[in-house]
């Protein structure tokens, strides 16, 4: 099998090729048992079954561990009009290349560099769960989702900086209101920034909450303005999955993939 090949395999797949579906659908079964076993370690029951999870956890870094080599291998035909090794070094420190990196490399590193085992390396194996992340290059329905949130980004980015600064003077007024009836709670200008995230965001834990008459109408007003700064953003991702639908059922109603140029 020659590197053309294998590059088309280990690309989104697609279903005529059959090849490259089953490896699409090979990874995303080793990404969700990589995942399961993060979150089943956390148990007391796991103790139990350690040399299992051990096994699990192996075939699934050895299945990752391969599939980083062949994508570093294959990186100039993903590159195509780079030289060879710029190409395999732009991959490399790309996104999805760290993110692959990292979907395996702190299973190594305690076993290699620190045989004994200290538990600041251990936390670093937390970063597993950006496997999580990886699904999105093995499933074409969320592509979709990446596609609105890389054209929208702007006025998502807009919105959050609105809903910021409105935290902020809301987190400033309510110190102004609240600062003399509860010295404790709000000691200082930002101290009524988590009151303020959990009213704006529509959370209310209530923990921390407005006692004199002004705090409790600047609450009232801060509570509406929040149901309307976050349907902004729901707004504008609704629309934007409308107009990229509308898109794709205009044409042929196929992707394309971005690497090989085929349908998908």
Not at 12 to 37: K, M, V
Not at 213 to 239: C, H, N, Q, Y
Request: contains cysteine.
């Amino acid at each position: 099998m020659n590197k053309k090949r294998i590059f088309h395999i280990i690309q989104l797949g697609n279903i005529e090729d059959a090849e490259s579906r089953s490896f699409d659908i090979l990874i995303i079964i080793a990404i969700l048992t990589n995942l399961f076993i993060a979150v089943f370690a956390t148990f007391d029951i796991s103790k139990k079954y350690e040399n299992h999870i051990y096994i699990l956890e192996f075939i699934t870094i050895i299945i990752f561990t391969i599939e980083y080599a062949l994508r570093v291998w294959t990186a100039p035909l993903l590159y195509p009009y780079t030289k060879s090794i710029k190409a395999r070094l732009k991959y490399i420190f790309s996104f999805s290349g760290l993110v692959d990196l990292f979907s395996f490399i702190p299973f190594y590193i305690p076993k290699v560099f620190f045989p004994g085992g200290i538990i600041a390396f251990r936390m670093l194996r937390i970063v597993r769960i950006l496997r999580l992340f990886r699904i999105n290059q093995y499933n074409d329905s969320l592509n979709v989702i990446s596609d609105v949130l890389k054209k929208k980004k702007t006025y998502l980015l807009s919105s959050i900086f609105i809903i910021l600064m409105l935290m902020i003077s809301a987190s400033v007024l309510m110190y102004d209101l609240e600062h003399e009836a509860q010295p404790d709670v709000f000691t200082n200008a930002f101290s009524g920034f988590w009151w303020a995230s959990a009213t704006l965001l529509t959370v209310g834990y209530g923990d921390v909450y407005p006692v004199t008459t002004a705090g409790r109408i600047l609450g009232i007003i801060i509570t509406f303005l929040g149901v309307g700064m976050v349907a902004i953003p729901t707004g504008i991702l609704s629309a934007g999955f409308m107009q990229q639908v509308s898109y794709l059922q205009s044409g042929d109603d196929k992707i394309y993939c971005p690497h090989c140029g085929k349908k998908l």
